[in-house]
């Protein structure tokens, strides 16, 4: 018979499951998958043979520039991603597309999230801001950034006079915390992503601000890395034809982890405001009004 554990061993235990991320509790019972049957249409694939000494050696190929661009990747629910990218085609309001997204059963994520995390800020803003998916203080209140990296994020657009109330629009590439934040599976991404592309095709902002590489990698459909990636500009097409520039830059839990980096966002955001007011979207001095607010 197993012993019962001590009270302190089972803090350790979970102690230990709060540091490897999971502080969610989704089911009574623990399911055992390495024991379950695999699921339908998943093969088993057979050990490649091992090469024999005597096989003939595999000539070189010379190196071949790798693509940046995502492979296409085979999903677990090819077809709710499709049933998502029809339901986001039919808003034609982001009053349409938030109702929908709220209706939308499709992602598994629904079912553990607290809330559903759409979008903060002033929809038809300038800057819209793309990050990658709702944490615990998200999830309790209902919007995006609302955590520390949120308001470490507030207080860098602050720094160049820019504000969530006045001049951002901010959602993220998921709108429903994935349980103990772990990572998005890539479904997760591309159902989620359909609502997020629209989105940006309706909210129509002159600037995209891709924050963080899950955000950058979904939306720019690229295998690229964001250490690669920030601070250069490039262009996001979207499905209506239109064409929107992009700039990827540093999460900010990322920056709270790594404070040297904040140099480099830094740049990323001058960039940004130099971009705004060649635009013509911001006057001279508005940036400087109320930085340091
Ligand atoms: N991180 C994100 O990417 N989005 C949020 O809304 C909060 C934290």
């Excluded at 998958?33 to 050696?57: D, E, I, K, N, W």
């Excluded at 772990?182 to 002159?206: D, G, M, N, V, Y």
């Amino acid at each position: 018979m197993e012993a019962a554990l001590s009270p302190q061993d089972a803090a350790a235990l979970l102690r230990w499951y709060v540091d490897h991320g999971l502080d969610e509790t989704i089911g009574e019972d623990a399911i055992d998958r390495f024991a379950l049957p695999p699921p339908a249409g998943v093969v088993a694939t057979p050990a490649p043979p091992t090469a024999s000494p005597s096989a003939a050696p595999t000539p070189m190929r010379p190196p071949v520039a790798a693509p940046a661009v995502r492979a296409p990747v085979p999903l677990e629910s090819p077809q709710l991603a499709l049933d998502a990218r029809e339901v986001a085609r039919q808003a034609t309001t982001i009053a349409e597309l938030e109702e929908a997204v709220r209706a939308f059963e499709g992602c598994a994520l629904k079912r553990t999230a607290k809330n559903t995390v759409f979008a903060d800020g002033v929809a038809g803003a300038p800057v819209m801001i793309v990050g990658e998916a709702p944490g615990a203080d998200e999830d309790r209140l209902g919007k995006p950034f609302v955590g520390v990296s949120g308001q470490l994020m507030d207080r860098m657009f602050s720094a160049i006079g820019m504000s969530r109330e006045r001049d951002l629009y901010i959602t993220n590439i998921l709108f429903w915390r994935p349980p103990g934040n772990r990572t998005p599976t890539l479904s997760e991404q591309a159902i989620c992503l359909a609502f997020t592309r629209r989105h940006i095709e309706l909210a129509k902002p002159k600037i995209v601000v891709l924050a963080g590489g899950t955000a950058v990698k979904a939306v720019l459909n690229t295998t690229e890395g964001i250490t690669r990636l920030r601070g250069k500009w490039t262009t996001l097409m979207l499905d209506d034809d239109s064409e929107v520039p992009a700039l990827p830059t540093f999460h900010p839990a990322y920056l709270l982890r790594t404070p040297a980096s904040k140099r480099q966002s830094w740049q990323d955001l001058l960039a940004l405001d130099k971009r705004l007011r060649e635009l013509g979207v911001r006057g001279s001095g508005a940036g400087s009004s109320s930085r340091g607010n």
